[in-house]
C-alpha cells in the first residue's frame, strides 16, 4: 500500500471517527471498468479499493473520495465541499474522456441481440428515426437486456455506443407505443449527451425536455410505466 495513501486514509478516518480505534487498513488502486471506488469492512479489516484513474490525482480529490467512502460505511453526514470537489474532478472533460476510454477498452458488453419474440428494436430505431429525425441519426448497436429489468428499463450505454431496452417489453401485453417511448428516450440522450454545469451533470437539458414532448403517447407511455 502508498505510504502516503495509508497515512491520508489515517487522516480522514480520524476526521470522522475520532474516537474509534484505527482498523486494519489495505487500500490499493484497481482497475475497475469505470470510475468506481468500493470500501468493505470484514472482520475488523477494511479493504479499500479505488479506481486506478485516481493514481496520480491531486491529494484534495484522494482526500475527497475517502471522506465518501468511510461516511457512507458508517452511515455519516458527507461534507458538501468533498462531494463537489469530487463530482468537479470526475465530471472535467479529461478525467470523462479517460473514463470512457477505459471502459470502452476494459469492458464487455453482452449482446442479446435486437430481435425479440415481439418487437425489433431495430425495426422500432428506424421507424422513429424517420418520423422524428429525417432518417439523419446513425444507428446505434440494439438489444435487449439480458433479464427482465423493472428498475432499468431502458438506457443509452455512450461507452459501447449502445440503447439497452428490459425484455420485460418483449411480450404481446406491452403496448407497442411504449417500446417506441423507451427507444426514443434514449435516442435523446444521443441527440443530447450529458454535459457538466458547474458540479452538477446536467442528464435532462431543456432542449432534451421539449423534444421528449414531441411524442405523441408521451403522457400515455409514462403512465403505462408508473404500473410495472
Known amino acids: ?28 488502486f484497481f482497475p475497475f471498468t469505470n470510475l468506481n471506488n468500493t470500501i468493505r469492512l470484514r472482520e475488523g479489516r477494511m ?13 484534495p480529490v484522494l482526500h475527497a473520495i475517502l471522506h465518501i467512502l468511510i461516511a457512507k460505511l458508517y452511515r455519516k453526514e458527507i461534507e458538501p465541499h468533498h462531494a463537489v470537489r469530487f463530482r468537479k474532478f470526475a465530471g472535467s472533460e ?12 476494459r469492458g464487455r458488453k453482452k449482446m442479446n441481440g435486437p430481435k425479440g419474440a415481439c418487437y425489433d428494436l431495430e425495426q422500432v430505431f428506424d421507424e422513429l428515426n424517420t418520423r422524428f429525425f429525417h432518417g439523419l441519426m446513425a444507428r446505434p448497436l440494439m438489444t435487449w437486456s439480458e433479464n427482465h429489468s423493472r428498475q432499468s428499463l431502458g438506457h443509452y450505454d455512450p461507452a459501447h455506443n449502445t440503447i439497452v431496452v428490459s425484455r420485460i417489453f418483449d411480450r404481446p401485453q406491452a403496448p407497442r407505443y411504449a417500446v417506441e417511448y423507451l427507444v426514443y428516450h434514449e435516442m435523446l440522450h444521443l441527440r443530447h449527451p450529458v454535459k457538466l454545469r458547474g458540479s452538477r451533470r446536467c442528464v435532462h437539458p431543456a432542449a432534451f425536455q421539449a423534444e421528449e414532448k414531441l411524442f405523441p403517447q408521451l403522457e400515455e407511455a409514462k403512465k403505462y410505466l408508473k404500473q410495472l
Open 1 to 28: 500500500m502508498n505510504h502516503d495513501l495509508s497515512l491520508l486514509f489515517e487522516r480522514v478516518y480520524r476526521e470522522l471517527r475520532p474516537r474509534a480505534p484505527l482498523p486494519e487498513a489495505k487500500i490499493q
Open 94 to 105: 479529461h478525467v470523462a474522456s479517460k473514463t470512457h476510454l477505459i471502459r470502452q477498452i
Open 47 to 59: 479493504l479499500v479499493r479505488l479506481s486506478d484513474l485516481l493514481e496520480g490525482a491531486p491529494e
